[in-house]
């Protein structure tokens, strides 16, 4: 190979950084401006980011739209470029893309998260406007994964377009989108680590000579190693080529605490020294493994990986979600003291990645094989070419420790009542080989990296042996949600850790529903209150760190999500976020870092959400407060309450509070905080107080209505001086579960409300004083069609329709309304309110006379008018 000369390689490398554009090949992104239809009739202009499912996965409607969506924008490419190559690149179109360029078919593309590239130069005309035209299709197919998870699968071009222009030598495009080298590290350890860089380079042209620069720099921008290498480029042809660098000597070694990066720049120049093309890669020297008794080890140190699971979707963006906003997912994953994310289930934008390169954040990351497969060649095909894209895309990365491609792959098998016994075996078979041949494929291109797969609760995958196939295997356990009780936890894994001694385990899920509107004091399962989400992340986190054989545990999930068939206390949102769909953190997020921080101190106290908070008579109130320090000193209103001792990070504190507002101070040594909340405390129902009182009928929960204003209460059974039900009871709850009616309610956003109900209540009482009263009360018809939901594992699959529901409606013998038939009069599921205006001596008696089944009832507001 012909070696440059230096000098005038260096020569022509300063005239080239001087005047960049000419010499460098160049990627803008084509964001802006495109026609978007859904029918090729009507057009409306849109800009990238964008999906079409952002309103419909969320509105009372069952269903969004899963179909096609048209795309099309003109770029004007000119008459100088024409001796240079062009690409276009999608960072991601869910989930078949067909691209059009001036009316000629460029490329068919599956598979919703992953980019693609397609050359176009020869299908352009240069100097003159071109037309891009992309066809969308994001309707289900049984041959793209995903075929089927909790979450909404948005239709669209939801990241960036890219347009690239190479000169006719550069790191090549063409291997399934990837930046066109690959860094490996060897020899890596406290004393030297090694790098070396595979690359792929193109010739567009006839045979050439070239010449490749690789340097790398530490952090403080030092020159620490350089390679040349000389290059004959065959004609029109890939070259592959290998650089291996001597090792670093005591190199600055990468981990969480200490994020130190080294830079790669790669220089391809042709024989007179003008830059071709120029690549730079963030370089983290590290190491990891796995041990079955010890746990996870980073740089030869054992590292418990606490962390989070994260999905992409934001709240009225859909997954259409500016990078900068997904950023700061990143930098509140950091804060909360988080080290690992798993980005699931499926690969996330690579701007995220790299600033966990930046920040310090181990990272699992996955392909979309959710649930179940199809025994196709083209699923198989099309899964494979996916973890391939996977793999390529995301390998330079050193944050990425973790590469999976399943997750809880039997879910359908073990849930679905209508599969014969055959074909769940050929189910297990496929599943079997599939996953198989996944992990074949990563271990070959990845070879340094962890494999790991994610399995709920079942002994399928035990009995399979699929569970045995990766390095690491993740559990994904809801015990104290959708099964058993949170204590069954540590059991569960100390027995698979007995039965498995050879397997390393990662608890990939866990958490309840949570929803800031719902607090109680006394949490219960599946009540989605923001008390029982603390008890049970509390419970786990000192399960597993109880136990050193458990690599780690991330929580299920960041953020709320879009997952539009749930009918969790906002429907169409999976409510298991430490923050919520937009992203302000619930109280559970401050607990997470009073537990994981430890350069600052930190204290919390968690009643930002307690709002509209009624007290009855001498109640008090149980409220958390978080801290890193290990004893806190509590004031309220003034009054020293004294100091507690903080374990796992919290103490629960029953706060004697007053009528009005009321100060709330801790303080430790280092640092102290002051929040203040508003209650009502009602000594006796004379209405003095208070003007309106709203109970949540049928529910042991506190439910704040941000559209009234007004906390409901929780019910009770009648006791004299006060309110409440003579008889009925709460409608489908059960040991087990603590949301009647797990559905979205139809003309409402005070689902919580509606969704607790008393059946069988013909009396209810409230001993008010005389005066006037506005009174509104609530109902929705229960019975309503099944709707499959595999996920919500406890639920109730035989309701039926049958059972006509009819009752008369008093408030003290006022006829309010006759003949109340919920299922006739109003749509499905719909929350009906019923308001009166009553003038009462003394007390309110509602009445629900039957004529025919068992009434209902879920929510009462009064109101005092004079
Ligand atoms: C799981 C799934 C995840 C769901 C989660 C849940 O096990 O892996 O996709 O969203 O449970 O919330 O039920």
């Known amino acids: 190979m012909p070696h440059i000369n230096h000098k005038i390689f260096l020569l022509s490398f300063v005239l080239c950084v001087a005047s960049p554009f000419l010499c460098l090949s160049q990627s803008k992104t084509i964001n802006s401006g495109w026609q978007y239809s859904q029918d090729k009739t009507t057009w409306e202009t849109v800009n990238i980011p964008h999906t079409w499912n952002k309103d419909d996965a969320f509105d009372d409607v069952r269903g969004y739209r899963r179909g096609m969506g048209y795309y099309k924008k003109q770029i004007f490419v000119s008459s100088e470029d024409e001796d ?120 567009f042209e006839s045979k050439t000579d070239a010449h490749l620069y690789l340097e790398i720099f530490d952090a403080e921008g030092n020159r620490v190693r350089e390679e040349h290498q000389g290059l004959t480029l065959k004609s029109n042809k890939t070259e592959a080529v290998k650089v291996t660098f001597p090792e670093i000597k005591n190199p600055n070694l990468w981990s969480p605490e200490h994020p130190y990066l080294y830079k790669l720049q790669l220089t391809l120049s042709d024989k007179h020294g003008t830059i071709l093309d120029q690549k730079k890669a963030n370089l983290g020297f590290r ?43 990143i930098h509140l994953i950091k804060n909360m003291g988080a080290n690992v994310i798993r980005f699931a289930h499926y690969p996330h934008a690579r701007e995220l990645y790299k600033l966990c390169d930046e920040l310090g954040i181990l990272v699992w990351t996955e392909i979309p094989v959710i649930n179940l497969v199809t025994d196709s060649e083209s699923y198989f095909e099309t899964s494979l070419n996916m973890q391939k894209e996977h793999i390529k ?14 997750n809880e792959i039997f879910i359908r098998l073990v849930f679905n009542r ?5 074909e769940k075996a050929e189910l297990k078979k496929t599943s079997l080989k599939l996953a198989t041949q996944l992990e074949d494929l990563t271990r070959t291109l990845a070879p340094n990296h962890i494999t790991v ?30 099964s058993k009780q949170i204590e069954d936890l540590g059991k569960f894994l100390d027995e698979q850790h007995k039965r498995f001694p050879n397997r390393s385990l990662l608890l990939s899920e866990y958490g309840p529903g949570a929803d800031v509107r719902i607090f109680t004091k006394t949490p219960k399962k599946f009540d989605f209150s923001a008390n029982y989400q603390a008890k049970l992340h509390q419970s786990y986190y000192k399960q597993i760190i109880d136990r050193p054989f458990v690599t780690g545990m991330t929580a299920w999930n960041f953020a709320d999500f879009g997952s539009e068939f749930r009918g969790d206390a906002i429907p169409h949102v999976n409510q298991k976020g430490l923050v919520q769909y937009d992203r302000t953190p619930k109280d559970i997020y401050y607990w997470y870092k009073s537990v994981l921080e430890d350069d600052e101190p930190v204290v919390h106290i968690a009643t930002d959400y307690l ?58 040594q280092a640092i102290s905080e002051e929040k203040s909340i508003e209650v009502n405390r009602i000594e006796k129902l004379d209405f003095e107080n208070f003007k309106r009182l709203g109970i949540n009928i049928g529910s042991h929960f506190n439910f704040y209505d941000e559209q009234q204003n007004i ?21 489908g709850m059960t040991k087990d579960k603590n949301q009647g009616l797990p559905h979205n309610i139809k003309n409402t956003n005070a689902e919580p409300l509606f969704q607790t109900l008393l059946e069988g209540c013909t009396e209810y009482q409230l001993d008010v004083p005389e005066g006037n009263y506005k009174v509104t009360l609530y109902f929705v018809e229960p019975q309503i069609k099944q709707t499959e939901n595999i996920y919500n594992l406890s639920e109730e699959t035989s309701e039926s329709t049958k059972t006509q529901r009819i009752f008369d409606v008093y408030i003290n013998d006022t006829l309010i309304e006759k003949q109340l038939n919920l299922a006739k009069a109003y749509p499905e599921k719909y929350g009906v309110t019923l308001q009166a205006t009553i003038q009462t001596k003394k007390g309110l008696t509602l009445k629900l006379n039957a004529v025919e089944g068992l009434p209902v009832i879920s929510g009462i507001l009064i109101e005092k008018l004079d």
């Not at 994260?310 to 963006?317: I, L, V």
């Not at 609760?457 to 699929?466: P, S």
């Not at 059974?717 to 039900?725: H, L, R, T």
């Open 84 to 203: 240079q190559i062009f690409y276009l690149k999608f960072n991601a179109v869910n989930q078949e893309a067909t691209v059009f360029i001036n009316g000629k078919k460029a490329i068919n593309h599956k598979g919703g998260y992953t980019a693609f590239n397609v050359e176009i130069t020869s299908l352009l005309n240069f100097g003159a406007y071109n037309l891009i035209e992309v066809e969308v299709d994001n309707s289900h197919s049984d041959n793209i994964p995903p075929l089927d998870a909790d979450f909404t699968f948005y239709g669209g071009i939801y990241r960036d377009v890219e347009l690239i222009k190479v000169r006719k030598q550069h790191f090549s495009l063409k291997d399934f989108a990837s930046d066109g080298f690959y860094v490996t590290y060897y020899n890596v350890s406290n004393d030297k680590a090694g790098v070396k860089v595979d690359m792929l380079i193109d010739n």
């Open 453 to 482: 797969m994610a399995c709920h609760n079942a002994e399928v995958y035990n009995e399979t042996g699929i569970a045995d196939i990766p390095m690491l295997l993740g559990w994904n356990l809801y015990f104290g949600w959708y």
């Open 711 to 731: 906390t409901f209460v929780p019910d009770q059974a009648y006791k004299k001086g006060w309110f409440g039900y003579k008889n009925g009871s709460a409608y």
């Open 393 to 406: 895309q995301y390998y330079n990365f050193p944050s990425v420790v973790m590469f999976g491609y399943m």
């Open 287 to 329: 190491w990891v493994t796995v041990d079955t008794k010890k746990g996870f080890f980073l740089n030869g140190k054992p590292i418990k990986l606490i962390g989070v699971n994260r999905h992409q979707d934001f709240k009225d963006y859909g997954n259409a979600v500016p990078i900068e906003l997904q950023k700061q997912d």
């Open 418 to 422: 209508n599969l014969t016994d055959e």
């Open 611 to 668: 709002k509209g908070l009624t007290l009855f008579q001498n109640e008090t109130f149980p409220v958390q407060i978080y801290s890193n320090e290990s004893e806190v000193s509590v004031s309220l209103n003034e009054n020293n309450l004294g100091a507690y001792k903080v374990e796992n990070g919290s103490v629960t504190i029953d706060m004697p509070f007053k009528n009005g507002n009321n100060k709330i101070k801790v303080s430790t």
